[in-house]
């Protein structure tokens, strides 16, 4: 113990810093918290710091994939009210301590925050910029969601901070971009579905248009920004140069219109509007209504046909003039769709699928949000995960989706209670003394 404290004390002079039992050099002395990484040091970020300036969604999102797969991400929050999120219920999972006032931390927060570390600090004080200062020196990479210029006159923009600390990757996540007219607007996910063309293309045909169940523009606007993340850390190994990433809602929501706009791009034509669960140009592919619940099959090809026909007991249809190829079943629709309706609706969703069991027919039962979180495959996968959480005791996580060969991403740490590593942050990180730390609660500064 005693020579890992005289390595760790010459790190911070000379470039070494101390890696489990290894030495590493790095750009500028850190501190590795045993989160950062694996027993064996595998994960693919561990050793990156982050700062994490965002709140609500897409930036969380963002950052705490850069957290499952093993950066050091440190959240910024307000010290007294914290994410927005954190008010954001119910539900709410309960304090284990009955005598803890306030509801407990909210389902939607811990749902983006596991991986990382709370610093509570107000940065309306000059105390707090300088905090701030000092730990985009030591950061990789800084993640903000403000408006544009926002941060400005508070001296956190990105020309200040590329001169404190050139190496730094700094991402910016808003509603509509750096530039262009729409770029000084507020803009939350459903806005922009509805603006960038996605609300228009979801729910039934002929009914109005709906928002997608989930936040999807402010998750695939956070994987886009991880994505850019991860590749201007790799451009930085070979040129020693960090970047302005601007990233937003909409360029990323437009973007994700894929095969649908491309169609349009080429056509030329208005789109042809929204299909619930069916398929413009394929026919059977929808859900269909069982004795319980529903049913979806996708035909996506005549021998597909021919084996749905064959399980519902009706292998004729098969050899109809009207549905002998997919281009006859487009044309009678709603034909096709009315006879394998009346017959789904004679069984049980699960009895339909022990009937399609081995059958090579993509199909699958429509589940709820339970039924999905106790799906066989979803536990067997590990997508379902339990931790101790500092104040509510064990709480079950959505897990990280990817699986590697020589890693093992998770969650590591349960998402931070507000304020839960100030002192750890700036009396490990950037050498406060207790007096300092203690000094910066007095005054606000910190919680």
Known sequence: MALMAQLNTLARGSKLACFGNALRFTPSWRYYSSAATTADGTLPLAGIRVLDMTRVLAGPYCTQILGDLGADVIKVEHPVRGDDTRAWGPPY????DESKKGPGESAYYLAVNRNKKSLGLSFQHKSGVEILHKLAKECDV??????PGGLAKYGMDYETLHKINPKLIYASITGYGQTGPYSNRAGYDVMVEAEMGLMHITGARDGAPVKVGVAVTDLTTGLYTSNAIMAALIARGRTGKGQHIDACLSDCQVATLSNLASSALISGQKDSGRWGTA???????????TLDGDILFGGGNDRLFGVLCDRLGFPEWASDARFVTNSDRVKHRADIDGLIEDITQKKTTKEWLEVFEGSGMPYAAVNDIQGTLNHEHVLARNMVTEVEHPACGPIKLVNTPIKYSEATPGVRSPPPTLGQHTDEILGRVLDYEEADIARL???????
């Open 279 to 289: 398929h413009p140009s394929i026919v059977p592919y929808r859900s269909y209504k």
């Open 142 to 147: 800084l993640v903000e969601n403000y408006l």
């Open 441 to 447: 609660k007095e005054e606000g500064v910190i919680a």
């Open 93 to 96: 999972a309960k304090y284990a």
